[in-house]
């Protein structure tokens, strides 16, 4: 996401570059461009305006600093207004125990699947969460929520044969703390469209069950639809905060800019994946150095300290100092690496990505997938001496891995690489290698 909009932007602020000072021509020159990128970006009319004239009145007579250049500081005035626009602060969940979180939405937003995330998260947190399924309509969305419960080891509220969505969410709020759970996330129905029954019937449950939060869950891939449905939410509802869904799409990502503004509630989580950890917390400004193109270390480097293990990464620390580091020590770091996410995604949090030298390379995720298997498919004598790995050892493993020999020849010149530069390195004082 982002990818076409931070692209248009770039190129804006490239033009200023040779250009000696700011002034109000070229201020407005600039401008009228960004404007022009935001409303093919999808971001909402009235948003876009009012994001231009601030940045304008704020761009025009500002001193710049010797060092850098004017388009350097457009880029400075784009990004504050960016993380203006966003929010300014994070504003992460952080409910008291006892509460109960209630998710709403249209149908396909993703509330059954973000339901088990949020419950993974909490989780994480010292939290014992319960999903209630309050979606008697659509066809197996309770046995989809039963099977994402069981998958990641949360209890799911047995509902009885009761299809009034409100008479479940009071009786499993009625008999959680009883049963030692001390927070609720309540998975509400929702409908192709809004309509009146589908209100009323959220109303409802927030009169009798009183939720400490309601999360409205937009899809990001619908652009300014998704941003009507957010203000139809907050209008008739009332919300608490915003989870915006498949922000690791190819969206132009206009509604996770126009949200906030669009409803004045905060944009609290986002959804980066399909998998169960791909749920993160929303911060303005790392949202807003991606979408410039600088990147996001802050992101890269949480992600690896929850994935990497660190006694593991203290073994081969050691391993690499005494010069033996073996293939399944490399299966190993494959492994973590690839627990870190997809690698197109972590390149993109790298600083200077699609303004550097890495715009337009594509990360092959496959040749970490084939080498896993190549790896995999040794004997454990193999992997610690690669050097008796023949011929027909090499047809083995090629048989037992879904590859050629050819594959297998250039992992192994890969390795003996990698050797040769861990020993050079290992001269040189402590290696963390690579994310130790």
């Not at 969305?141 to 044969?161: M, P, R, W």
């Not at 480097?301 to 293939?327: G, M, P």
Request: hydrophobic share 40%; proline share 5%.
């Amino acid at each position: 996401m982002f990818e076409d909009l931070r692209d248009r932007l770039n190129a804006t602020f490239k033009r200023m570059l040779g250009q000696g000072k700011l002034n109000e021509k070229n201020i407005s020159d600039a401008l009228r461009e960004v404007r022009k990128v935001l409303l093919e970006a999808d971001v909402n009319y009235k948003v876009a305006k009012e994001f231009v004239a601030k940045a304008e009145q704020e761009a025009i007579g500002r001193e710049i600093t010797r060092s850098i250049t004017p388009g350097q500081e457009m880029i400075k005035v784009i990004y504050d207004k960016l993380v203006e626009l966003l929010g300014k602060e994070p504003s992460p969940l952080r409910p008291p125990k006892g509460s109960k979180i209630m998710l709403v939405g249209l149908q396909g937003s993703g509330k059954t699947t973000t339901a088990g995330k949020l419950a993974k998260w909490f989780s994480s947190q010292g939290f014992k969460p319960l999903l209630v399924p309050a979606d008697p309509y659509r066809p197996a969305a309770v046995d989809q929520l039963q099977i994402i419960g069981k998958s990641l080891g949360v209890e799911v509220y047995a509902a009885t044969q009761d299809r009034d969505p409100v008479k479940v969410c009071q009786k499993a709020a009625g008999w959680a703390l009883s049963a030692g759970f001390d927070l609720l996330i309540l998975d509400t129905a929702g409908r192709l469209h809004i309509d009146e029954r589908m209100m009323e019937q959220l109303r409802q449950i927030k009169k009798k069950v009183s939720p400490e939060e309601i999360l409205l869950l937009a899809d990001a891939m619908t652009g300014q639809e998704a941003v009507r449905v957010a203000e139809e939410f907050e209008t008739q509802l009332g919300i608490d905060g915003i989870i915006l869904t498949k922000l690791d799409g190819d969206a132009q990502g206009g509604a996770a800019l126009s949200m906030r503004a669009a409803t004045g509630r905060p944009i609290r989580m986002v959804g980066v994946g399909e998998k169960p950890e791909d749920l993160e917390v929303f911060y303005p400004d790392r949202m807003a150095s991606r979408i410039l193109g600088m990147g996001d270390v802050v992101s890269l480097v949480e992600k690896a300290q929850a994935a990497v293990d660190q006694e593991q990464a203290k073994k081969i620390e050691a391993k690499l100092l005494q010069h033996e580091f073996t293939l399944q020590d490399f299966l190993d770091q494959i492994k973590q690496v690839r627990k870190l996410g997809p690698l197109q995604s972590l390149v993109e949090l790298i600083p200077g990505w699609g303004r550097g030298r890495l715009r337009g390379a594509e990360v092959d995720e496959r040749e970490l997938v084939k080498a896993e298997a190549i790896i995999g498919s040794m004997t454990p004598l193999e992997r610690r001496k690669p050097h008796l790995i023949d011929g027909s050892r090499k047809k083995r493993i090629a048989r037992g891995s879904g590859t050629a020999v050819q594959d297998i020849n250039r992992l192994l010149k890969e390795f003996v690489m990698i050797e040769k530069m861990v020993k050079r390195m290992g001269k040189k004082g402590p290696i963390r290698f690579p994310f130790g």
